[in-house]
């Protein structure tokens, strides 16, 4: 995978950036907390799936790919829908990301070009970037009160090898027609010589201290820096609030039950049945928006399973996040390559600043990100302690990037964790299953899913509405 800086994978690394030793930082075990859960409004009461039931289309999943996937379903069909949820509203990745705006793919667009031709790779950009309008319609028609901020991001790179693969990516972008991302190259750097011809006019050069003062660092190993249309938000108070929309506004079409996992999924030719609590709803169409993880069972009628191809099932990996409140401070997003090879397994890390609303008043929010693990065969626990030892590290690591002038060792005010669904292929799964047309997916999140999720439910909203689209990167196979 290619770190491209939201939401990379990889350990944090030592030695520190200033000079202080681990044990000047030592941290005990904390419990996991979310600023954007911490921020939710009370969900009521419980509501469990309690009795045999139907509807046209059954959602599986009420984090952002499942939310998108019932608006957009609900505003584009006639069709009555049921959102299933087996904990609460926006409590999966959707609560405990870093909730960046952001478009790119973690696989470079060049190498998905390479694969798919530039047109569908293009296409499937386009559709990420254009997901920056379906969240503005989303709030817009939801009239939902969640703050969205916008802002240009800024990644930092420091070799030839980063700043071509980008080059090149961009290539793409322009080839498709996209609006280009804007990258400046240090005329201070070593390599700025050996970028060929070829790429010309897709990079300006400029002195270091601009670079310096994009990426806010003092850290002149950085000599080059991408920058394009980024944000933050919360997708987890999003999602409550369209929820609590929707059921206003169709009151005869959608209904939303949680405290109910869906433990099968049978995929027949006519219908689909899916079973939670003991009961069934029965369906004509079903989406799984479970980012991925496969506590469920698909089957067809005959209980053969159903499944993607090998590089498009989901893994996943525990992402780790930890903020604090900061002197007041303009939004931002910055991202530092810190691997010599893009698609290497060491750190790279990442830093969102944003405006955080508090009960009683608003305060910056710096968020620190990095570290990615595996996640083991016991599964993931959301309310698994943050650990001690890797807060320590990210303390070394990612703070003096994110606010050089806060001493190490401070508490952080949240720290948290949340389950990444990657797949092989790098590339998100949106559409009807080819062989098994009534089972739909919006899933797959490669370390980016607010604004793909989104774009999903619209796509998927369209399948479902029976309009023929072309095909694409995303289609299931
Ligand atoms: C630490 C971290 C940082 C991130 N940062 C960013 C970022 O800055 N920008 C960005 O674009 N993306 C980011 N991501 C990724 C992004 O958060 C996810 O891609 C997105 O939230 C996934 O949404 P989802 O709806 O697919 O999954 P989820 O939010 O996990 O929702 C899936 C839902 O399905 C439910 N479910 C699962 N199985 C069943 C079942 N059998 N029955 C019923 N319900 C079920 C779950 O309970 C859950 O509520 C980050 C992720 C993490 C973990």
Same mark, same amino acid.
């Given at each position: 995978?290619?770190?491209?800086?939201?939401?990379?994978?990889?350990?944090?690394?030592?030695?520190?950036?200033?000079?202080?030793?681990?044990?000047?930082?030592?941290?005990?075990?904390?419990?996991?907390?979310?600023?954007?859960?911490?921020?939710?409004?009370?969900?009521?009461?419980?509501?469990?799936?309690?009795?045999?039931?139907?509807?046209?289309?059954?959602?599986?999943?009420?984090?952002?790919?499942?939310?998108?996937?019932?608006?957009?379903?609900?505003?584009?069909?006639?069709?009555?829908?049921?959102?299933?949820?087996?904990?609460?509203?926006?409590?999966?990745?959707?609560?405990?990301?870093?909730?960046?705006?952001?478009?790119?793919?973690?696989?470079?667009?060049?190498?998905?070009?390479?694969?798919?031709?530039?047109?569908?790779?293009?296409?499937?950009?386009?559709?990420?970037?254009?997901?920056?309008?379906?969240?503005?319609?989303?709030?817009?028609?939801?009239?939902?009160?969640?703050?969205?901020?916008?802002?240009?991001?800024?990644?930092?790179?420091?070799?030839?090898?980063?700043?071509?693969?980008?080059?090149?990516?961009?290539?793409?972008?322009?080839?498709?027609?996209?609006?280009?991302?804007?990258?400046?190259?240090?005329?201070?750097?070593?390599?700025?010589?050996?970028?060929?011809?070829?790429?010309?006019?897709?990079?300006?050069?400029?002195?270091?201290?601009?670079?310096?003062?994009?990426?806010?660092?003092?850290?002149?190993?950085?000599?080059?820096?991408?920058?394009? /249309?980024?944000?933050?938000?919360?997708?987890?108070?999003?999602?409550?609030?369209?929820?609590?929309?929707?059921?206003?506004?169709?009151?005869?079409?959608?209904?939303?039950?949680?405290?109910?996992?869906?433990?099968?999924?049978?995929?027949?030719?006519?219908?689909?049945?899916?079973?939670?609590?003991?009961?069934?709803?029965?369906?004509?169409?079903?989406?799984?928006?479970?980012?991925?993880?496969?506590?469920?069972?698909?089957?067809?009628?005959?209980?053969?399973?159903?499944?993607?191809?090998?590089?498009?099932?989901?893994?996943?990996?525990?992402?780790?996040?930890?903020?604090?409140?900061?002197?007041?401070?303009?939004?931002?997003?910055?991202?530092?390559?810190?691997?010599?090879?893009?698609?290497?397994?060491?750190?790279?890390?990442?830093?969102?600043?944003?405006?955080?609303?508090?009960?009683?008043?608003?305060?910056?929010?710096?968020?620190?990100?990095?570290?990615?693990?595996?996640?083991?065969?016991?599964?993931?626990?959301?309310?698994?302690?943050?650990?001690?030892?890797?807060?320590?590290?990210?303390?070394?690591?990612?703070?003096?990037?994110?606010?050089?002038?806060?001493?190490?060792?401070?508490?952080?005010?949240?720290?948290?964790?949340?389950?990444?669904?990657?797949?092989?292929?790098?590339?998100?799964?949106?559409?009807?299953?080819? /062989?098994?047309?009534?089972?739909?997916?919006?899933?797959?999140?490669?370390?980016?899913?607010?604004?793909?999720?989104?774009?999903?439910?619209?796509?998927?909203?369209?399948?479902?509405?029976?309009?023929?689209?072309?095909?694409?990167?995303?289609?299931? /196979?």
């Amino acid at each position: 995978m290619a770190p491209r800086g939201c939401c990379g994978r990889g350990m944090v690394e030592s030695p520190s950036m200033d000079g202080t030793s681990p044990q000047d930082t030592a941290y005990e075990d904390r419990p996991s907390r979310s600023p954007w859960i911490a921020q939710l409004a009370a969900d009521g009461p419980p509501r469990p799936l309690a009795e045999d039931t139907r509807a046209d289309v059954v959602i599986v999943g009420a984090g952002i790919a499942g939310v998108a996937a019932a608006f957009f379903t609900l505003r584009e069909t006639t069709a009555r829908v049921l959102l299933v949820e087996r904990d609460r509203v926006g409590r999966g990745a959707t609560g405990r990301n870093a909730g960046q705006l952001t478009t790119y793919f973690e696989r470079p667009l060049c190498d998905i070009a390479d694969e798919f031709g530039v047109e569908m790779a293009a296409a499937g950009q386009r559709g990420f970037d254009d997901a920056h309008g379906l969240l503005d319609l989303m709030v817009a028609e939801s009239e939902a009160s969640v703050r969205v901020e916008r802002f240009t991001g800024h990644m930092g790179m420091f070799n030839l090898h980063h700043v071509l693969v980008h080059l090149r990516s961009n290539l793409v972008r322009r080839q498709g027609g996209l609006r280009l991302e804007t990258c400046l190259v240090s005329d201070e750097a070593a390599f700025a010589s050996a970028i060929p011809a070829e790429l010309d006019g897709l990079y300006t050069l400029v002195p270091q201290a601009r670079i310096r003062e994009l990426l806010e660092t003092r850290d002149d190993r950085y000599s080059a820096v991408l920058s394009d /249309r980024k944000g933050c938000a919360n997708s987890g108070l999003l999602v409550q609030q369209v929820l609590a929309n929707l059921e206003q506004r169709y009151p005869e079409r959608f209904r939303f039950v949680d405290h109910t996992p869906v433990d099968r999924v049978v995929v027949g030719e006519d219908r689909v049945v899916a079973h939670g609590r003991g009961h069934t709803v029965t369906s004509s169409q079903v989406v799984l928006c479970t980012n991925g993880f496969v506590d469920h069972l698909v089957t067809d009628r005959l209980g053969a399973p159903i499944g993607l191809a090998p590089d498009q099932q989901v893994t996943g990996r525990v992402a780790y996040m930890t903020a604090f409140v900061d002197h007041p401070r303009p939004p931002a997003a910055m991202s530092y390559i810190r691997n010599p090879t893009i698609g290497g397994d060491t750190a790279y890390v990442y830093v969102t600043r944003r405006t955080y609303d508090r009960p009683d008043d608003t305060v910056t929010l710096t968020c620190m990100g990095g570290p990615e693990y595996p996640f083991h065969e016991a599964g993931y626990d959301p309310d698994t302690p943050f650990p001690g030892p890797l807060l320590g590290a990210m303390d070394q690591e990612v703070r003096p990037f994110a606010q050089p002038a806060r001493p190490p060792g401070l508490p952080y005010d949240f720290q948290w964790h949340g389950l990444m669904g990657y797949n092989a292929g790098g590339v998100r799964v949106v559409g009807a299953h080819p /062989r098994h047309p009534r089972l739909y997916y919006n899933l797959g999140c490669n370390g980016v899913g607010f604004l793909p999720s989104i774009y999903g439910g619209e796509r998927i909203a369209h399948l479902l509405a029976g309009e023929r689209l072309t095909p694409s990167i995303f289609d299931p /196979r």
